[in-house]
């Protein structure tokens, strides 16, 4: 099992950036999967981002151009910097973590407990 704590989110306005922390402990970092999904009030659980074990990336079509997965392995630590901000970016952040993760939240078995961000207009 893997251990996950985000960190990052808070209120910002429509256009600023804001960048997203996901610290990982229990497993070979380098062996995992890492994703970032959101949830917004009334909504189902969504896929944002992830970043394979392997350095390939994936983006959900409405961060595309906006927002940017990466991590650091000597850190033990994922990022999610997001640019451009809109109002409907508004959600809770979780960051997931498996050895073989998807883009589906069914694909990862290690989460964290979310982190508030709140884009005002």
């Known amino acids: 099992q893997v251990q996950l704590v985000e960190s990052g989110g808070g209120l910002v306005q429509a256009g600023d950036s804001l960048r997203l922390s996901c610290a990982a402990s229990g497993r070979a970092f380098s062996m995992l999967d890492m994703a970032w999904f959101r949830q917004a009030p009334g909504k189902e659980r969504e896929f944002v981002a992830v970043i394979r074990r392997g350095g390939n990336v994936y983006y959900a079509d409405s961060v595309k151009g906006r927002f940017t997965i990466s991590r650091d392995v000597a850190r033990n630590t994922v990022f999610l910097q997001m640019n451009s901000l809109k109002v409907e970016d508004t959600a809770v952040y979780y960051c997931?973590?498996?050895?073989?993760?998807?883009?589906?939240?069914?694909?990862?078995?290690?989460w964290g407990q979310g982190t508030q961000i709140t884009v005002s207009s």
């Open positions: 997931a973590a498996d050895l073989a993760g998807g883009l589906k939240v069914r694909d990862f078995g290690s």
